[in-house]
């Protein structure tokens, strides 16, 4: 029985290496001095915090497409650290050849990473993983809670009141409860908000759309050509990820 066992993890293991490496594939590699230079930031990540560690992923953005591999290939690293950091490069670069496996780390073990990668696939036009943002809402982490709630107004375009610093717990509750219902009318899902509403005992009359400012249709608005943002002119955003088990307020205000 542990042998089959051993087994069947290992095909699986090599199944998803055969995979991360399929989607790897015909990208623009960097050469051999550019390579190693990657490598060597992406091994530092674990060591660096707040400007370090975002001037550094930065770096890598601007290298543009020959930093995917890497970065694709840092999804699956040991350090969910790396993992997190990776996934904000590939959303930044907004390559959506990258899709396939920044939706494969969407069952990383780490709340964190799966939050990032999240992000990274809405700000790409992913909205199914809108939800996913919609419960880190209720992080009990600031920087986590500003920055579901940014990618979320910047890609939707609405704005439903939430305040990632509020000490109100039941007013942040209520702007949450707005979201859940937003989603329900986009996906069709109206569970969400209706067991959201019942847990906390929120009522509809709280819920109400108050805040909103923009009442357009959900709809992305960036690339879907394949540019990276360090060839298409795009301005980098100031919020680094959130560091796995961080408390910090780097993204807050």
Same mark, same amino acid.
């Given at each position: 029985?542990?042998? +089959?066992?051993?087994? !069947?993890?290992?095909?699986?293991?090599?199944?998803?290496?055969?995979?991360? $490496?399929?989607?790897?594939?015909?990208? /623009?590699?960097?050469?051999s001095l550019v390579?190693?230079?990657?490598?060597?930031?992406?091994?530092?990540?674990?060591? #660096?915090?707040?400007? @370090?560690?975002? @001037? $550094?992923?930065?770096?890598?953005? #601007?290298?543009?497409?020959? !930093?995917?591999?890497?970065?694709?290939?840092?999804? *699956?690293?040991?350090?969910?650290?790396?993992?997190?950091?990776?996934?904000?490069?590939?959303?930044?670069?907004?390559?959506?050849?990258?899709?396939?496996?920044?939706?494969?780390?969407?069952?990383? =073990?780490?709340? /964190?990473?799966?939050? @990032?990668?999240?992000?990274?696939?809405?700000?790409?036009?992913?909205?199914?993983?809108?939800?996913?943002?919609? @419960?880190?809402?209720?992080? /009990?982490?600031?920087?986590?809670?500003?920055?579901?709630?940014?990618?979320?107004?910047?890609?939707?375009?609405?704005?439903?009141?939430y305040d990632h610093?509020?000490?109100?717990?039941?007013?942040? =509750?209520? !702007?949450?409860?707005?979201?859940?219902?937003?989603?329900?009318?986009?996906?069709?899902?109206?569970?969400? !908000? #209706?067991?959201? #509403? &019942?847990?906390?005992?929120? %009522?509809?009359?709280?819920? &109400?759309?108050?805040?909103?400012?923009?009442?357009?249709? &959900?709809?992305?608005? $960036?690339?879907t050509n394949g540019?990276?943002?360090? %060839?298409?002119?795009?301005?980098?955003?100031?919020?680094?990820? +959130?560091?796995?088990?961080?408390?910090?307020?780097? *993204?807050?205000?």
């Amino acid at each position: 029985m542990r042998i +089959a066992v051993a087994s !069947a993890t290992l095909f699986l293991f090599l199944q998803a290496c055969s995979t991360t $490496n399929a989607v790897a594939e015909g990208f /623009d590699k960097p050469n051999s001095l550019v390579a190693e230079e990657i490598n060597r930031r992406v091994e530092q990540i674990p060591f #660096q915090h707040r400007d @370090e560690l975002f @001037e $550094n992923l930065v770096w890598m953005v #601007q290298n543009g497409e020959q !930093a995917v591999p890497a970065m694709i290939e840092g999804l *699956g690293h040991d350090d969910a650290k790396v993992r997190s950091s990776c996934a904000w490069v590939l959303g930044r670069l907004r390559d959506r050849r990258t899709i396939p496996a920044l939706q494969n780390a969407m069952g990383d =073990r780490e709340t /964190d990473v799966r939050l @990032e990668v999240a992000r990274s696939l809405v700000s790409m036009g992913d909205l199914k993983w809108s939800k996913t943002l919609i @419960e880190g809402l209720d992080s /009990d982490k600031k920087q986590v809670r500003f920055m579901c709630n940014d990618t979320l107004k910047t890609v939707t375009g609405h704005d439903f009141g939430y305040d990632h610093l509020s000490a109100n717990d039941g007013e942040r =509750r209520a !702007a949450t409860l707005r979201w859940r219902q937003w989603w329900g009318e986009y996906s069709g899902d109206t569970v969400f !908000a #209706q067991s959201y #509403q &019942a847990q906390h005992g929120l %009522t509809p009359d709280v819920a &109400a759309p108050v805040g909103e400012t923009k009442p357009n249709d &959900a709809k992305p608005t $960036n690339s879907t050509n394949g540019a990276s943002a360090a %060839t298409n002119g795009e301005t980098m955003p100031q919020s680094p990820p +959130a560091e796995p088990g961080a408390t910090s307020t780097t *993204g807050g205000k």
